[in-house]
């Protein structure tokens, strides 16, 4: 049984089952809910492309035509409000796929990330201009938590619309501190996508190495979730048989 097991998490290499098939029959209904989730401006990002991704997606009716329904929201960037609106996503959505985005400005790629560490700056003011008054996520929790999806699957998924790359680093600010607390939150599928700050063509100057657009970070975000959830259902599939 043990072999078994292991010969079947190699071939999941997308999402972990992890209670969908409950979940779906529960809500008497085969739409895949996904909770999407983007980030407002916050000191040294007046704009946070990731408000214009979460937006795109939420409406886009491609994921209706596959059985996908979006829950979309944009977190405030406020050490004190994290915990408690992600905890409120994941109950009134009760998703089957947590899906977070933030921006690494800084980044020329987009970045799946695999884990969130323990850790928090405090040297670095959120949206209300205040510092966090701790330097762990939370006190006496793991050193580290991992996504619950396979990155490098991912990032095959992701990587024709643009470029993309597998990270082991998701920072120490609030991206970092919304994965934590939201793996500790719930079983389902989640992680967490860093993209970087999108920069159209400069007519008549050229750059090593341009940013993708805005546009090709969406297509990815969105490849990445159609991925996730036909992963999602394969292991449902596999489960009745």
């Not at 969908?20 to 029959?25: N, P, Q, V, Y």
């Not at 915990?83 to 977070?100: C, G, K, N, Y």
């Not at 006190?139 to 490098?152: M, V």
Request: net charge positive; glycine share 8%; aromatic share 4%.
């Amino acid at each position: 049984m043990p072999g078994a097991r292991a010969s079947r998490r190699a071939h999941l290499a997308i999402a972990p089952r992890l209670g969908i098939t409950l979940r779906m029959a529960m809500r008497n209904s085969s739409d895949m809910v996904v909770l999407l989730t983007g980030f407002g401006a916050f000191p040294g990002a007046r704009t946070n492309p990731t408000m214009a991704i979460v937006a795109a997606l939420g409406r886009s009716r491609r994921f209706a035509l596959r059985g996908v329904r979006i829950e979309a929201a944009i977190l405030p960037v406020v050490y004190a409000a994290t915990e408690r609106e992600a905890a409120r996503l994941i109950e009134q959505a009760s998703p089957d796929l947590v899906v977070e985005l933030g921006l690494a400005a800084r980044r020329r790629h987009v970045s799946v990330e695999t884990r969130a560490v323990n850790r928090v700056s405090p040297l670095r003011p959120d949206a209300a201009r205040r510092f966090s008054p701790a330097t762990t996520v939370v006190a006496g929790g793991p050193a580290f938590r991992r996504s619950r999806w396979s990155a490098p699957a991912l990032v095959a998924a992701m990587r024709p619309a643009a470029p993309t790359r597998v990270s082991i680093d998701a920072g120490d600010y609030l991206c970092n501190q919304l994965l934590y607390l939201s793996l500790g939150m719930t079983p389902v599928p989640a992680g967490f996508i860093h993209v970087p700050r999108p920069r159209g063509r400069i007519p008549g100057r050229r750059v090593k190495w341009p940013r993708p657009s805005l546009l090709a970070v969406t297509r990815s975000v969105e490849a990445a979730i159609l991925a996730l959830c036909a992963g999602a259902r394969r292991q449902i599939g596999r489960a009745h048989v």
